[in-house]
């Protein structure tokens, strides 16, 4: 696996991050019919909040983004995106990994339906809620342990 970091992200990475989503989501919105140009792009924008993101970097190259987005009842995991030259080399699932570590209550995402990411997504514990004929929500409850040991008297 190549080197990898998660740096903070800023405002100044919006565009490198909206380019990129185009990117990675255009074959599955474009499979079920609802790929934008235009859309695509804005909808990040509009939804962007760098103080809850990190930049992926690999190599000291920007390489992609994750976000876990704070909710009343636990986090949002948002805008998980990998430059495709990065696919199957297993940093999508250590960054993934690393987000998750130490987070005791429930993370939930949005995934397109028929998205590959939905399998990266259920490795690390995630299960669906409901969906629809495009998305899927999903919940990670969060971390089970192996062993909790005996209850306490």
């Known amino acids: 696996m190549a080197d990898w970091i998660l740096r903070a992200a800023s405002v100044a990475d919006t565009e490198a991050i909206a380019e990129l989503r185009a990117v990675v ?12 140009p235009v859309r695509v792009r804005q909808r990040f924008r509009d939804s962007f909040v760098p103080a809850w993101a990190w930049v992926i970097e690999v190599a000291g190259e920007f390489a992609g983004s994750i976000a876990l987005r704070p909710a009343e009842d636990g986090h949002w995991l948002e805008h998980f995106f990998l430059d495709p030259r990065h696919h199957g080399r297993g940093i999508g699932s250590a960054v993934l990994g690393e987000v998750l570590d130490g987070h005791e209550g429930p993370v939930r995402l949005q995934v397109l339906q028929g998205s590959p990411a939905r399998r990266l997504y259920e490795r690390h514990g995630f299960v669906p809620e409901s969906e629809d004929a495009v998305d899927v929500w999903m919940l990670r409850a969060g971390p089970t342990p192996l062993f909790a040991g005996p209850a306490a008297p």
Not at 25 to 36: E, K
């Open 25 to 36: 989501m255009r074959p599955d919105l474009a499979r079920l019919g609802r790929y934008d």
